[in-house]
C-alpha cells in the first residue's frame, strides 16, 4: 500500500469521507476533530442539527417556547425511568457482594453505578421543578376567547433559573463520562462469565408511564443513556433560548446556561484528545504534533490554510467557519508524507508597494471599524450596526493574516510535490522548521527519561489575594502512558499547601511544565503562571531533588525524583485506590504522606468555615451527602475536595469521624489500649505525662502524626468554644471511641481485660488528656523529600 493509499485509508477509518476522481482528491467536508484524530463521543451527528425557524413575533415565540418546554419535560420523565431501571439491581448487587459467592464485587458495583445515583437526583429535582412551574402556569393560562394580555402570559413562566441550577451540577456527568469505559467493561466481562448476570444485564425493564407497558433494554444500553443525555442538554437550552423573546427575564440566565453547558463539552473533548490514539496499518503510532494556520502559496495566489503536522505526515486543509448551531469544519487540500521531505525557507527582502498599499487600506479600515464597534457599544441602539461591523472586522483581520506574510517556507517531497508556506513571523516559521526537521530526520534523543518519574508538589506563595488553587503538571514524550495529572484543590488561602506526590510513567520524556490554576465557584478557571522544566537523567536520580519555579505571580515549591527502569506495556488506567476502611498505612504509603490527604482535607474545611458552628462534630450532618463525599474521596480526590467545598460543614466533620469509625485498626492500637488504662492510673501528672508520650512515640509514623495532627485541630476548636459550645470534654467525647478501642476478647491480647462499663471512660480520658496537653509535638503532614543539594530556584 502506497502513502496516498494509506493516508486516504487513514482518513476513512476517522469517518473522513475522500473520494478520488481522475487522481484529484475531491473537496469533502469533515469535522474539526476527525482532523485531529481526536473525536470526542460527546460530539455527535446529532448536534448538526437544523436551526429553529425564526418566528416572527413574541406571541409565536412564546407559544413555540411552551411546546418546547413540555417537550423537555416529557422527555426528562422518560430520562428519569431509565435511570431509575439502571439503579434497580444496584441495592441487590451491592447486598451480593457481601455474600461467599457475589454476583459483583464491591469494587464493581462501586464502578457500574458510579455517579448514576447522584444524576438521578439531580435530575429528579430539575423535573420535579419544571412540573411544578408548568402545571401552576396552565392552570392560570388564560382560556381562548379572552384577549389582550392573553398573548404575553408566558412572559410570567419563569425556568431559567432551574436550567442554570441543573447546569451548574453538570460536572457530575464528568465522572460518569471518565468511568464509563472502566463500566462497560465490567458489565460486558461479567455478562461473558456469569451466567446470572447475564441474565440481569439482558432484560432490564422500564415502565412507560400511564399505559403500563414495558420497555426491555440491555444493561450496556441503559449505561450509554446518560451520555447521550449530556449532549441533549446543549440541544434543547439552544432550542428554548431561541424561542425566548431577549425582553424574557428568562433570557440572560438561558444564555449563561447554554454557555456553561457548550464550556464543559469543551472540556471533555479536550480532556479525551489528550488520551485518544491512532495505530496506523503498519503498526506506527500516529500522534499530532502541531497545527496553526498559515498562508498557502502553491497554488500562485495566497490562500489561509489550516496546516497540521502529524508523526509521519503534513495535512493541509482549508477552514469553514461554522453557520449558526453548526460545527466548524475543514475541507482537504492536500498532504505530503514526512519520509524524504526537504525544507528551505526564505524571506522576501521587501513588499512592493502594491502590497503595501493594500495592506494600509486594510489596517485602516480596520482601526475605524474598530472605532465604531467601541462607539456602539456605549450607546443603546445599534446591536445589528455593531454585528455587522464586528462581522466586517473579522474579514479584515482574515486578509490581513492572507497579505502580510513575508517568510517563505518551502516544502519538497521525493515525489516531486511542492509547496511553499508563507508565515509572518521568523519565530513561527522556525518552529514549524524544527518540529518537521526533528520528525524528518527520526533521532533518538539519549536524554530523554524512560521511567518513572515522580512530582512532589509541596507549597505555592505570591498570591495577590486568597483564592482555591490546584497545580496541574504535565510531561512530554511518546503518547503510550497518561502525561498530565493534577493535585487537589486547595482551600482558600494566600498560601497554599498540597503536599500531594504525582507520579508519572514516561517514554521519552524531555520537559515538565507545570500550571498554577485558580478555581473560583461559578467562573472559568484562571492560570495564575506556568513553566517548563528541562528533565536531564544526569541531575536527577532515586533521590529527591527540591526546586521552586517562580511562574509570573506565583512560585510553587516541588520536589522531582527519577527512577531508570524498562517500561511495561501500557494498561488501562487504574482507579484511584479506596481510602475508608484500609488501613492508615496503606493509605499513607499510597498518597506519599503521613497525614492521609482525606484528614487534611476536612480540617482545613473545618477551621475554614467551621469553626463559629455551634455543636460543630456533634451535630451530625446528612447520611446521603456523607455518603457521597466518601465515595468521592474514594474515586478521585480532586472531585472530592471541590465537592467538600460546597457541602455543609457538618457534612465535612461526618466524613472525618466516619473515617475514623471505619479504620480497620484504630488510630491508638488496639494492643496499646491496656497500657494507656494502666497509666492513668498514675498519680504523679509528670510521670503520667512522659508515660502517655513515650507510648505515643512507639506508634507507627501515620498513626502517631494523624493523631497529632488531629489533636492540634481539635484543641483550636475548642478555642473558639464560647462560640461552637465544644469544649475538650465535649470533642474528646466525640473522638475517644473512634480512635482508641479496646481488645477484643478472646484474640489473646496480654493482660488483664478492663470491665466493659470502663472501657468508654478510659477511651475518652485519655484522649482528653492529651487534648489537654499544652506540649504536644507537632504533626509531619508529609515524608520529607530530603535531597543533597540546597533548593534550585527557577524564573520562567
Not at 392560570?140 to 394580555?149: D, I, L
Not at 496506523?280 to 502559496?297: C, E, I, K, N, P
Not at 487537589?488 to 498554577?516: I, K, M, T, Y
Request: overall charge negative; some cysteine.
Amino acid at each position: 500500500m502506497d502513502v496516498y493509499q494509506e493516508a486516504v485509508c487513514y482518513l476513512e477509518s476517522q469517518h473522513v469521507p475522500v473520494e478520488a476522481e481522475t487522481g484529484v482528491l475531491e473537496e469533502d467536508v469533515f469535522q474539526e476533530e476527525a482532523v485531529s484524530c481526536l473525536l470526542s463521543p460527546l460530539l455527535p451527528k446529532s448536534l448538526d442539527f437544523p436551526d429553529t425557524p425564526t418566528l416572527s413575533s413574541p406571541e409565536e415565540m412564546l407559544e413555540r417556547r411552551l411546546v418546547v418546554l413540555k417537550g423537555i419535560l416529557e422527555s426528562e420523565e422518560v430520562y428519569l425511568r431509565e435511570l431509575e431501571a439502571l439503579l434497580m439491581p444496584m441495592k441487590a448487587l451491592r447486598a451480593s457482594a457481601g455474600t461467599s459467592q457475589p454476583v459483583l464485587s464491591s469494587r464493581q458495583v462501586q464502578t457500574v453505578f458510579y455517579q448514576v445515583p447522584e444524576l438521578r437526583d439531580m435530575h429528579q429535582s430539575f423535573f420535579s421543578g419544571l412540573k411544578a412551574r408548568l402545571s401552576a402556569h396552565c392552570q392560570t393560562e388564560p382560556g381562548p376567547g379572552v384577549e389582550g394580555e392573553m398573548s404575553y402570559t408566558g412572559f410570567e413562566l419563569m425556568v431559567g433559573d432551574l436550567f442554570l441550577k441543573m447546569v451548574n451540577q453538570i460536572g457530575l456527568y464528568g465522572g460518569f463520562i471518565e468511568n464509563y469505559e472502566e463500566a462497560v467493561e465490567v458489565v460486558r466481562k461479567c455478562t461473558h462469565s456469569d451466567p446470572r448476570f447475564r441474565t440481569l444485564a439482558q432484560s432490564m425493564m422500564s415502565n412507560n408511564s400511564s399505559d403500563k407497558t414495558r420497555t426491555k433494554y440491555t444493561f450496556e444500553a441503559l449505561l450509554y443513556k446518560p451520555l447521550d443525555r449530556v449532549t441533549k442538554t446543549t440541544l434543547v437550552l439552544r432550542d428554548l433560548l431561541n424561542t425566548t423573546p431577549m425582553e424574557h427575564g428568562d433570557y440572560t440566565l438561558l444564555q449563561e446556561a447554554l454557555r456553561l453547558s457548550r464550556s464543559f463539552l469543551s472540556g471533555v473533548n479536550e480532556s479525551s484528545q489528550c488520551k485518544r490514539e491512532v495505530t496506523l496499518s503498519h503498526g506506527m503510532r500516529r500522534q499530532l504534533m502541531r497545527d496553526g494556520f498559515v498562508v498557502d502559496a502553491s497554488e500562485g495566489e495566497r490562500s489561509l490554510r489550516h496546516l497540521f503536522l502529524y508523526t509521519d505526515l503534513l495535512l493541509c486543509t482549508r477552514f469553514k467557519q461554522a453557520t449558526r448551531g453548526k460545527q466548524d469544519q475543514y475541507r482537504f487540500c492536500w498532504y505530503l508524507p514526512l519520509a524524504g521531505l526537504k525544507l528551505r525557507w526564505v524571506a522576501d527582502q521587501e513588499r512592493s508597494l502594491d502590497a503595501n498599499l493594500r495592506l494600509h487600506t486594510i489596517r485602516t479600515k480596520m482601526h475605524l471599524l474598530r472605532q465604531q464597534l467601541q462607539q456602539n457599544a456605549k450607546g443603546s441602539k445599534g446591536l445589528a450596526l455593531a454585528a455587522r461591523s464586528r462581522k466586517k472586522l473579522e474579514q479584515m483581520e482574515l486578509m490581513l493574516l492572507t497579505h502580510s506574510p513575508v517568510y517563505t517556507l518551502e516544502l519538497h517531497s521525493p515525489s516531486c510535490k511542492s509547496h511553499t508556506l508563507l508565515l509572518s513571523s521568523l519565530y513561527e516559521l522556525e518552529e514549524w522548521r524544527e518540529a518537521i526537521h526533528k520528525l524528518t530526520t527520526d533521532i533518538e534523543n539519549e536524554e530523554s527519561l524512560c521511567g518513572t518519574l515522580s512530582v512532589a508538589i509541596h507549597s505555592a506563595c505570591g498570591l495577590q489575594q486568597p483564592a482555591c488553587v490546584y497545580v496541574c503538571v504535565e510531561v512530554d514524550g511518546y503518547e503510550f502512558y497518561d502525561k498530565q495529572a493534577q493535585t487537589h484543590s486547595s482551600v482558600h488561602s494566600l498560601n497554599p499547601h498540597w503536599d500531594q506526590e504525582l507520579s508519572f510513567q514516561v517514554d521519552g520524556a524531555q520537559h515538565l511544565r507545570v500550571f498554577c490554576v485558580s478555581q473560583s465557584d461559578g467562573q472559568d478557571d484562571t492560570v495564575l503562571g506556568k513553566a517548563s522544566v528541562k528533565l536531564e537523567s544526569k541531575t536527577l536520580n532515586k533521590r529527591w531533588r527540591r526546586q521552586t519555579l517562580h511562574l509570573s505571580q506565583v512560585e510553587v515549591t516541588l520536589s522531582l525524583k527519577y527512577c531508570p527502569h524498562p517500561l511495561e506495556p501500557p494498561s488501562s488506567t487504574a482507579q484511584q485506590q479506596p481510602v475508608f476502611g484500609v488501613p492508615i498505612e496503606t493509605v499513607a504509603q499510597q498518597e506519599g504522606v503521613l497525614v492521609p490527604h482525606v484528614v487534611r482535607c476536612c480540617v482545613d474545611e473545618v477551621e475554614r468555615r467551621g469553626m463559629g458552628e455551634v455543636g460543630i462534630y456533634r451535630i451530625s450532618g446528612t447520611t446521603s451527602e456523607i455518603a457521597m463525599l466518601k465515595t468521592a474521596f474514594n474515586s478521585n480526590l480532586r472531585e472530592a475536595v471541590t465537592r467538600l467545598r460546597s457541602a455543609e460543614v457538618n457534612a465535612v466533620t461526618g466524613v472525618l469521624k466516619l473515617y475514623f469509625r471505619e479504620l480497620p485498626q484504630p488510630l491508638i492500637p488496639t494492643v496499646m489500649f491496656q497500657s494507656l488504662a494502666r497509666m492513668l492510673e498514675i498519680q504523679d501528672i509528670n510521670s503520667r505525662l512522659v508515660s502517655m508520650l513515650s507510648l505515643l512515640h512507639s506508634c507507627p509514623d501515620p498513626n502517631r502524626h494523624t493523631f497529632l495532627y488531629l489533636l492540634h485541630h481539635l484543641q483550636r476548636v475548642s478555642e473558639k468554644q464560647d462560640v461552637n459550645r465544644m469544649s475538650l470534654q465535649n470533642l474528646a467525647t466525640v473522638f475517644g471511641p473512634s480512635l482508641i478501642r479496646p481488645p477484643v476478647v478472646g484474640l489473646g491480647q496480654d493482660g488483664p481485660t478492663v470491665d466493659i462499663s470502663q472501657e468508654v471512660v478510659v477511651q475518652v480520658q485519655v484522649v482528653l488528656y492529651y487534648l489537654q496537653c499544652n506540649n504536644l509535638p507537632e504533626a509531619q503532614t508529609s515524608l520529607p523529600h530530603d535531597t543533597d543539594a540546597e533548593d534550585e530556584t527557577t524564573h520562567m
